[in-house]
């Protein structure tokens, strides 16, 4: 696949071949959709937790006699029915987390990368160096045509990338290799330099291809 390069005023400075092993992979949704689901999973605490009326503080003695009252027939003051009681079937700190196996999170993401590529949403740059200014970072996203949230992806973390856009709203930046499903799809552009998308092949695309390749049968 052909891709134009911008450079950070928006110009397009010259076309680069990319791997079509990781962006011009078809859409398999039921895929995707398990690795968000996972994803989303994993990231729960589940540390919720709620008291049984056998953990609750109060006497275990019966309120009042059963008959001869004119009220309803009543128990301990720790029922989940009275105020200050037990919780009926709360939740209890549990652990959340999905197993899903690792080529088939890889095929989500390389699903993930490929949508954007073929949606036009996909913004290969040159270079991203500049000073840890917001107003700079804000012009440059202006330039190449970026008016909704956006994910800025370099090879390795960059502290002034991070400084500039860690103050506009709907802006997330990280290093190619901490890409995931959750986050390309959860925002609309995705900006990422030629050195960036250079590590996504090598990560995701030719060591892959050569994995199944050598891959007993």
Request: aromatic letters at 4%; one cysteine or more.
């Amino acid at each position: 696949m052909r891709v134009p390069v911008y450079s950070l005023t928006g110009e397009v400075v010259e076309h680069i071949e990319i791997s079509d092993q990781v962006f011009a992979v078809p859409f398999n949704e039921a895929v995707v959709h398990q690795a968000m689901v996972r994803q989303r999973a994993n990231a729960r605490q589940g540390t919720a937790s709620t008291k049984t009326r056998s953990e609750v503080s109060g006497s275990s003695r019966k309120l009042f006699r059963q008959k001869g009252t004119g009220y309803a027939r009543a128990g301990s003051r720790r029922s989940p029915l009275r105020r200050g009681g037990g919780i009926t079937f709360g939740p209890k700190p549990r652990d959340y987390r999905q197993a899903m196996p690792k080529k088939m999170r890889q095929l989500a993401l390389r699903c993930a990368l490929s949508a954007k590529a073929r949606d036009e949403e996909l913004k290969v740059i040159a270079e991203l160096k500049l000073e840890p200014k917001t107003k700079q970072m804000a012009q440059i996203l202006a330039d190449l045509g970026v008016a909704s949230s956006a994910l800025v992806i370099t090879p390795e973390p960059e502290e002034n990338v991070i400084k500039s856009a860690r103050n506009l709203k709907e802006i997330k930046t990280m290093p190619a290799n901490l890409l995931n499903v959750l986050d390309i799809l959860s925002h609309k552009m995705l900006l990422m330099t030629v050195s960036a998308v250079r590590k996504a092949e090598q990560i995701w695309g030719e060591r892959l291809a050569q994995e199944v390749k050598h891959a007993p049968v």
